[in-house]
C-alpha cells in the first residue's frame, strides 16, 4: 500500500520570507499524481497544486512551488512571499493514475502558522 | 454554482444512535466519495461511488452504509455510532473518465458521538 509521511507536524515562518514543507512517498508505481491540498481553519479543503509523476518539471502556481525527485520520492512545497492567510494545514496527497484509481492517500499534515 | 454541500454542519449524537450525513453536488460529477478526518492522521477513504448506483468501500468503511440513487446525491450513513466515529467527515467529488481530475470538497460536517 501506499503511504505518505510529512514529518513536520508545525512550521512556522515569518511574513514575506520563504517556507518548504517536506513530504515522502512510497510507492512501486511509476505514474501517478501528487498534490498539496491546503485546509485553513475554516476547514475547507484547497488544491493548491498538483504534480504529474511523468513529468519532470516542476509545477508551479504563483507563489507556490513544488520540488519534485521522484527517484528519492520526495516532492516538497515551497512557498515564497508568505502571507497571513497562508497559516493552515498542509496536506501531502498521492493518487495512482488512470482509470480504476480511486482513492487519494494523504499525509497527516503540516501546519503552518505565519508570523506577521 | 453550489459546488459540493454537505448538511448538517455540526451534529452531536449518543452511542447508538443512527443518522445521515447528506451530500450534494450540482457539477454533474460522477465520483462522489466520503472521507473522515481525525486529528493527526490525515484523511481517511470511507465509501466512493462512481456513479448512480455503483458504490465500493474506501479504506475504513467498517460501521457506515452509502447509497447513489441520483447523480447527484451520496448520503453517509451511521447506524449505530459509536465514540470511535467522532471525527469531521468531508464528501468530495469529480468527473470520473477525466483521470486524476481534482476533487472539489465540501465544507465538512463535524460529528461527535458521546
Known amino acids: 500500500a501506499q503511504t505518505v509521511t510529512q514529518s513536520q507536524p508545525e512550521m512556522s515562518v515569518q511574513e514575506a520570507e520563504t517556507v518548504t514543507l517536506s513530504c515522502t512517498y512510497d510507492?512501486?508505481?511509476?505514474?501517478?499524481?501528487l498534490f498539496w491540498y491546503k485546509q485553513p481553519p475554516s476547514r475547507q479543503m484547497i488544491l493548491v497544486i498538483r504534480q504529474e509523476a511523468y513529468k519532470q518539471q516542476n509545477a508551479t502556481e504563483n507563489r507556490f512551488s513544488v520540488n519534485f525527485q521522484k527517484a528519492a520520492k520526495s516532492f516538497s512545497l515551497k512557498i515564497s512571499d508568505s502571507q497571513l492567510g497562508d497559516a493552515a494545514m498542509y496536506f501531502c496527497?498521492?493518487?495512482?493514475?488512470?482509470?480504476?484509481?480511486?482513492?487519494?492517500?494523504f499525509g497527516k499534515g503540516t501546519k503552518l502558522s505565519v508570523i506577521p | 454554482n453550489a459546488g459540493v454541500t454537505q448538511t448538517p454542519k455540526f451534529q452531536v449524537l449518543k452511542t447508538g444512535q443512527s443518522m445521515t450525513l447528506q451530500c450534494a453536488q450540482d457539477?454533474?460529477?460522477?465520483?462522489m466519495s466520503w472521507y473522515r478526518q481525525d486529528p493527526g492522521m490525515g484523511l481517511r477513504l470511507i465509501h466512493y461511488?462512481?456513479?448512480?448506483?455503483?458504490?465500493d468501500q474506501g479504506e475504513v468503511p467498517n460501521g457506515y452504509n452509502v447509497s447513489r440513487s441520483t447523480t447527484e446525491d451520496f448520503p453517509l450513513r451511521l447506524l449505530s455510532a459509536a465514540p470511535s466515529q467522532t471525527s469531521v467527515y468531508f464528501c468530495a467529488s469529480r468527473l470520473e473518465g477525466t483521470f486524476n481530475s481534482p476533487l472539489h470538497f465540501g465544507n465538512g460536517t463535524r460529528l461527535t458521538v458521546t
Open positions: 510507492t512501486s508505481e511509476s505514474d501517478y499524481y
Open positions: 461511488s462512481v456513479g448512480a448506483g455503483i458504490t
Open positions: 457539477m454533474n460529477h460522477e465520483y
Open positions: 496527497a498521492y493518487e495512482l493514475s488512470g482509470a480504476g484509481s480511486y482513492q487519494l492517500t
